[in-house]
């Protein structure tokens, strides 16, 4: 699994709890101000095949950013790897 910075993390915790969330929907999720920073995360977990946009999309429109199957696996597998760290304490 590639590692994701922390940025990086809530940007896609922010998609799957939101699929169809826009690019400044999910910055502010994600608490992140800067438009070019959250630009610049989306399209690098867009080529990490982690999120892909509404398939439909067109120039001019906002994305509607959605988790992959990859990305979705990725998720799960961060769950329950918390749920496991919580149940060893």
């Keep these: 699994m590639v590692p994701l910075g922390h940025r990086s993390a809530r940007v896609l915790e922010a998609i799957a709890a939101q699929p169809g ?12 101000s800067d438009e070019g ?15 892909d946009h509404r398939p439909e999309w067109r120039v001019g429109e906002p994305h509607a950013w959605r988790l992959t199957a990859r990305g979705e696996q990725r998720e799960r ?5 918390g749920r496991a760290s919580r149940e060893l304490r």
Excluded at 37 to 51: E, F, H, P, V
């Design 77 to 81: 597998t961060k769950v329950a790897e």
């Design 37 to 51: 920073q959250a630009s610049k995360i989306l399209a690098r977990l867009q080529t990490l095949g982690l999120i």
């Design 21 to 32: 969330s826009t690019n400044r929907e999910l910055a502010d999720a994600a608490g992140i």
